[in-house]
């Protein structure tokens, strides 16, 4: 078992040095809180052999970082947050994650982070070394948090939101799984329609002397098609996917695909939604408590990851530094909604800002639940609708093909 050499405080506030032989930093921290120790520095002893051997690891103890599904995700950001706002501190908020939460992940994640922060680093950093799930705009929201001293907050703003986009993602799974039984089954339909009946009636067309249908031809023609060339589909298809995915690795391509997202049909007013919503909330939380106004915008830059945002909001921040106003700022760019910059002129002019921003997050948190409600019921609408299109055309083709040979037969 390996040897911690700790330097503490005593509730006095005299120095006390020693060691102790546990498995590792964690077990150093608890057995000097247990002793009502404030620790200073701990670090790894020399044993006898010379190094100290790290044999023996707490059982939850993360090898590396660990992966958080989104529900583990929530329900992290959420009992952190309930913690701190019941007065904990973060260490002690962790602490108690670390030791009750039963889901594995999650303790390992908070004992990681306790850890990290005991050591001196900051939450916003340990972060990112706990668990990848912690993407950049989390880690610089926490940031904002720790700067403002309204961590609580940011972490419940952070867990509507990710409720949010997993709410939209399930329901939209939810709507889909109808449209995509019949599309299933619209496929199947083609299948057999090209591979059975197509030939038999072809056949009987043939035997009568008539032509067939236009409609027909095409899909014939188009069945035949993928049948002969059906791999060469599949190659373009792959090479298309990795072009794609090349091209908006860089950044011109970030941009454009960050600006196309927002103007999508149907998806488009979700993004642009939750992203307004996100920003106001944020600058609420950050002006209502003291952090200036150029470092919040500073910092929510810095983690926006929409890159066509990001560059009008770095514009904002230089237009601000000079001595501009920040919702002249805003206006200039063209990237905001006019609504927007008018509750924040009247909140400048005021001196009421953080309430401006406050007001205007509630309205498109509102605006935001009712685009989801669309785009939860137009996009199952578009797919039933297309599926209906395919097979109407379908049963056109072998109806007209039926009774193209039947007026055949009769009139001979």
Known sequence: MPAFAYTALDPTGKQVTGNLNVRNKAEVYRELESKALSPVLVEAADTAGGKSK??????????GPVNLKRPQLILFTE???DLLDAGLHLEQALKILA???QNKSIRQ??????TDIREGAQFSRALGKA????????????AAGEASGSLSEILRRLAVNLKQLFDLQRRTA???IYPATVLLGCVVLLFVFSTVLMPQLTQMIQKTGQELPLVTEILIAFTDFIGVWWWMIIIVMVALA???RAYIATVGGRKWWDRYKMKAPAFGPVVVGRFYAQFCHTMANLVANGVPLLNSLKLITRGTPNLFMKNHLEKVVLDVGEGTSLARSMAKTEAFPIQLIDRIAIGEQTGELGKAFTKAA???DEDLDIRIGRLTSIVPTAMLVFVAAIVGVVAYSIITTIFGSMAGIRSR
């Open 362 to 364: 509630v309205k498109y």
């Open 174 to 176: 939810g709507a889909m």
């Open 109 to 114: 994640v908070s004992e990681s982070l306790r």
């Open 242 to 244: 990795i072009f794609f």
């Open 99 to 101: 030791e009750r939460q």
């Open 79 to 81: 009992e952190l947050a």
């Open 131 to 142: 668990s990848p799930s912690f993407d950049e705009l989390y880690r610089n929201l926490v």
């Open 54 to 63: 790290a044999s023996g690891k707490k059982k939850d103890a993360p090898t």
